[in-house]
Structures are given as structure tokens and as C-alpha cells.
């Protein structure tokens, strides 16, 4: 039962153009939501978070928009650079338990020169 | 400030062998993960620690699999015996406490059984 989704294993984009990756979620519990950028042969990196009282964060050229009523978010990078090529892991949370991340299985972005 | 150490980077074994995974997490931190990447998947939770004392392990395979976190510091995973469906990478992440949203992981460590 995948709880966290996204359904898109690969985005090709140009840079300076904007990226879009998206991840649904199923728990309606979930209010803590993260993404992670990893490199090969490294560990995930913290990006960017939302709480599920807000609807959008912002940090820089990264965005995440969060849709509670269609379990939705979205992180948006404007512009895209060669740098951000790596793999998108979108992550929940629910801040009631034990605090267990439960991640998607990733998009890989790859920003063209 | 160092990050998550883990040792080995690599690893082959073959089925029923036994293996250990090390990791020394971010000074202070007081709680530590384990994770299970299996290749196009998202990390999958194994097992968590707060200081020495295990908080989840709903998800570990405890027939085969082990960890320990003495001292509250350093900790070990350990497979015994080994499977096909074992080979994924095992990452470490810590945090300053449990109630913390972001965790901090180490580079992992490649496991091939054959």
C-alpha cells in the first residue's frame, strides 16, 4: 500500500525553465510533508517542507505547493540549473506518531544545459 | 560540522552469509534511523532509535535482521542470514530528537547478495 506516490520516475527539462515534480498522497493524517534531493552515492538531503496548515512554502528558486483537498503537492524550481539534476524524493509525515518518514519512490530531474 | 558516517560503502555477499552495516550519527543527535532503499523505491523505515532504546521497528525483518545502538551513539545493523531480495542500500539518518521533521542521512551502504 503506497501511501506516498509519485508517478512520474523521470523530468527532462531545460535550464532556466521551470521544473515541476508531483507527488499524491493517500493518509489524510499526514501534516508534515518534505522533499529531498539526492545525488548518486550520496544520502538524501533535506530541500524544502510544509506544514498542512499552509498551502505554499518558499525557499529561494524552490517552491512547494500543498492541495489538501486533492492530497496533492507539487515542488517547483525556477530557474532550473544543471545542479539540480538528481533524484526528488517527496516524503509524509504524521506529527502525531513517531514521527516515521514515509517517502515516495522518486523522480529523477534532469536539467539540460 | 560532520555529517552521518557509514561503513562499509560497498558490499558483496553471497546468499545465507551474514553482514554488518556501521553508522555514527551527527554529534548530539540523539535519535537514529534505518533505512531501506531497494533500487527505484523511496527509503523504507527499518528501525529507530531514541538515545539507546528502539522506538519502531514495525518494518524490520526481525528473523534476519538486527541493530543495536549501544551507548546511544554509534549503531550496527546486522543481516543473518542473507537474501536475494536484501540487496538495496541501507541508509543511516539522524536527528537532534524525535520530534523532529528533518533527518540527516549518510551516503549508505550498497548491498549486492548473490
Known amino acids: 500500500d503506497q501511501q506516498v506516490k509519485q508517478n512520474s520516475p523521470s523530468l527532462s527539462v531545460q535550464e532556466g525553465r521551470i521544473s515541476i515534480l508531483n507527488c499524491d498522497y493517500t493518509?489524510?493524517?499526514?501534516?508534515?510533508f518534505l522533499w529531498y534531493k539526492k545525488y548518486p552515492a550520496e544520502g538524501p538531503t533535506f530541500l524544502i517542507s510544509?506544514?498542512?496548515?499552509?498551502d505554499k512554502n518558499e525557499d529561494g528558486r524552490f517552491t512547494v505547493f500543498l492541495n489538501k483537498s486533492a492530497k496533492h503537492l507539487s515542488l517547483h524550481i525556477v530557474p532550473s540549473q544543471p545542479g539540480d539534476s538528481a533524484v526528488y524524493f517527496c516524503a509524509a509525515v504524521r506529527m502525531d506518531s513517531s514521527y516515521k518518514l514515509i517517502f515516495g519512490s522518486g523522480t529523477r530531474l534532469l536539467v539540460r544545459p | 560540522e560532520a555529517g552521518v558516517a557509514q561503513s562499509p560503502r560497498y558490499k558483496i555477499i553471497e546468499k545465507r552469509q551474514s553482514v554488518a552495516f556501521w553508522c555514527n550519527p551527527i554529534?548530539?543527535?540523539?535519535?537514529l534511523y534505518w533505512y531501506q532503499q531497494i533500487l527505484g523505491q523511496g527509503p523504507k523505515l527499518l528501525i529507530q532509535?531514541?538515545?539507546?532504546?528502539?522506538?519502531?521497528d514495525s518494518q524490520l525483518p526481525k528473523d534476519r535482521f538486527s541493530a543495536e545502538r549501544l551507548k546511544g551513539v554509534d549503531s550496527t545493523l546486522k543481516i543473518q542470514p542473507a537474501k536475494l531480495e536484501d540487496s538495496a542500500v541501507y541508509l543511516c539518518?539522524?536527528?537532534?530528537?524525535?520530534?523532529?521533521?528533518?533527518?540527516?542521512f549518510g551516503p549508505g551502504t550498497r548491498l549486492l547478495v548473490l
Open positions: 532509535f531514541q538515545n539507546n532504546g528502539v522506538v519502531d
Open positions: 493518509n489524510s493524517m499526514f501534516d508534515y
Open positions: 510544509i506544514s498542512s496548515i499552509k
Open positions: 539518518a539522524s536527528s537532534p530528537r524525535t520530534v523532529q521533521e528533518t533527518q540527516y
Open positions: 554529534s548530539g543527535h540523539a535519535t
